[in-house]
């Protein structure tokens, strides 16, 4: 089914697969995750007209298209994205979001036999994408997050949805607020846990201690 054209103000999310680099080390592995993501995503956009998508390797750009309210558009878009992640940590991927509201704009324009054009571009769309991509703090895996910037207003009445300064972080992980803070404890206790594992390595290389083990 292709994709309307739009051109207005939304909510366009960028997500990615984490650490795909190193599944493409395994032909197959990254096959696996691609075949996954795509399959997920079509069948999630299908049930969810409002809501549009482009898929390239292991990213995709989803938008909503409709000129509804800010809130009333944000709340079509994050049940898509909460299905999309646990749809696919039962293959054990997990995705990075980012959101951003603005001006966003898609026009599908076939050229000629063989090549296909279609424009993306706009402020929304380029926020999402360099928030993914290289703002700090970095995206961890499975985390969600909205830029504030462009915010209209305040946004209010959602569950789930956390204010961390320059940022709303969306924890689709978490079936209510009450179970947000375990979970940030875990999730932290795990990176420290990531982290002790790689310096006790470093060490015992350091004091040649590695046959030793």
Request: glycine share 6%; aromatic share 14%.
């Amino acid at each position: 089914m292709p994709i309307s054209n739009f051109d207005g103000r939304t909510f366009v999310a960028f997500t990615d697969v984490s650490g795909f680099k190193e599944m493409m080390k395994d032909d197959k592995r990254a096959i696996r995750a691609l075949d996954h993501f795509y399959t997920s995503g079509y069948s999630i956009l299908r049930e969810n007209p409002s809501i549009h998508g482009v898929f390239i390797s292991d990213c995709a750009v989803l938008f909503v298209n409709n000129r509804d309210a800010q809130d009333a558009q944000l709340r079509s878009l994050l049940p898509v994205i909460e299905r999309l992640n646990r749809d696919l940590l039962e293959y054990d991927i997990m995705l990075t979001t980012s959101i951003a509201y603005g001006q966003f704009s898609y026009h599908q324009r076939l050229e000629f036999h063989g090549i296909e054009k279609n424009p993306v571009y706009g402020n929304a769309y380029l926020s999402a994408f360099f928030d993914n991509q290289s703002s700090q703090p970095r995206l961890q895996p499975g985390e969600c997050r909205i830029v504030k910037d462009e915010l209209e207003n305040q946004l209010s009445g959602f569950d789930r949805l956390y204010d961390r300064g320059k940022y709303l972080y969306f924890y689709w992980m978490v079936a209510a607020d009450a179970e947000v803070k375990l979970f940030d404890e875990r999730y932290t206790d795990a990176y420290q846990q990531k982290y002790r594992g790689m310096l006790e390595a470093l060490k015992d290389a350091a004091n040649n201690r590695l046959h030793s083990q």
